[in-house]
């Protein structure tokens, strides 16, 4: 089993529409929660990173997570074409610099005009 | 956040050469890491760069496979060495500013072998 699980999608929506894009995690130790975007031919660039459970909005955009179940979602509301890209979640327990980040495989996700 | 700018961008080589990676940020940061990033898997750390020293490789990378420099705290450099087709992948940089922040990274080094 892998530490953690993205559904790689492709995840195709419509303009406007509420995205939805989550990972689950098995290892309860993890504490810091990051989303990057990455576009084609590009790195991945960070989003959003949380410490510990609930929520942080930042725009159109908001992280959850919920340590009880090991699950992290990231809502992209009202979608653009812009947001077309591949979002992968990562993870660390012990804080940055003390452990390296476990990622996920990305979703691939289409924002359809 | 810093700059980072990795050259090649992309390049495709011949079986049994080496190629070496650059990456150059536009401030001193605490922390390099080399990654690589195959279709359809997660990103897998290859080595932390360390300013001085050896780097830190993760289980399954060796130096002599992947040999890196660190010469201050602003460049680091990734060779892979020996080519064979199993290397075609994006190699990418990342850096860290402190120990309290995450992670950023360059665009990527894409590598063909012909």
């Known amino acids: 089993q892998k530490e953690v699980e993205q559904d790689p999608g492709p995840l195709s929506v419509p303009e406007g529409a509420i995205v939805s894009l989550n990972c689950t995690y098995s290892n309860s130790a993890f504490q810091y929660f990051m989303w990057y975007r990455q576009y084609s031919r590009k790195g991945p660039e960070l989003l959003m990173y949380t410490y510990s459970s609930g929520n942080k909005e930042d725009g159109r955009f908001t992280a959850q997570v919920d340590k009880s179940s090991k699950y992290i979602s990231l809502f992209i509301r009202d979608s653009q074409p812009s947001d077309s890209a591949t979002y992968l979640c990562?993870?660390?327990?012990?804080?940055?610099?003390?452990?390296?980040?476990?990622f996920g495989t990305g979703t691939r996700l289409t924002i359809i005009p | 956040s810093a700059v980072i700018s990795q050259k090649p961008s992309r390049d495709i080589c011949q079986r049994g050469t080496s190629l070496t990676i650059q990456c150059q940020v536009d401030s001193q940061v605490t922390m390099m890491f080399w990654y690589r990033q195959q279709p359809g898997q997660s990103l897998t750390l290859i080595a932390t760069a360390n300013q001085g020293s050896e780097a830190t490789y993760e289980s399954g990378f060796v130096i002599d496979k992947f040999p890196i420099s660190r010469p201050n705290l602003t460049f680091s450099t990734l060779t892979v060495s020996n080519l064979s087709p199993e290397d075609s992948s994006i190699y990418l940089c990342?850096?860290?500013?402190?120990?309290?922040?995450?992670?950023?990274f360059g665009d990527g080094t894409r590598l063909s072998i012909l």
């Open positions: 990342s850096v860290q500013g402190s120990n309290n922040q995450p992670q950023h």
């Open positions: 990562a993870m660390l327990g012990r804080g940055f610099g003390n452990e390296k980040l476990t």
